[in-house]
């Protein structure tokens, strides 16, 4: 639910992402399957979507293996992937994500068989660090640094 009193729906199957009105009126379509992203063939299933300062929502794309933000109109202005990072190829089903107030964004690779499965990334698409132990992780969320309380509004 959103500040506003709307709802934001990834719809797995469907490649979009509503927004919601509380009497369940459809607002706002988000497509996942564009040609930018590489069409429904690319499998960009919205798993997790955020909404951000100014209308923006990031999006985690399990089958796709990436994660978008869409402007208020559905434009993707900022895109990671594995591409974005050929060593690590860290996307694996990623799930839950979180973007943080420093503007990086933390990601749960769900399906992830190699050894990172949760990683932060910068807006200029550097990995910060990784978690690589035994267990899996479906949704994540950055509560504490450092012993710390994370302070203040995510930057959009």
């Not at 996942?32 to 990031?58: K, Y």
């Not at 994660?67 to 109109?73: C, G, I, M």
């Not at 996307?91 to 503007?103: E, K, S």
Request: charged content about 20%; overall charge positive; glycine content about 10%.
């Amino acid at each position: 639910k959103l500040p506003g009193g709307t709802y934001l729906v990834p719809h797995l199957l469907a490649f979009k992402v509503k927004e919601y009105a509380a009497d369940g009126k459809v607002l706002k379509e988000f497509k996942t399957d564009l040609d930018a992203l590489g069409g429904r063939q690319a499998e960009n299933w919205p798993f997790t979507a955020i909404r951000l300062d100014q209308g923006r929502t990031l999006v985690n794309l399990t089958h796709g293996n990436k994660a978008v933000e869409l402007d208020a109109a559905g434009k993707v202005i900022w895109q990671v992937s594995n591409a974005d990072f050929p060593n690590e190829q860290p996307f694996a089903d990623p799930c839950g994500g979180q973007r943080l107030p420093n503007g990086n964004t933390v990601f749960a690779s769900y399906g992830s068989n190699k050894p990172i499965k949760v990683f932060e990334v910068t807006l200029d698409k550097k990995i910060v660090w990784t978690y690589s132990g035994p267990h899996r992780a479906h949704e994540i969320q950055i509560l504490t640094t450092n012993g710390q309380p994370i302070a203040g509004k995510p930057l959009k």
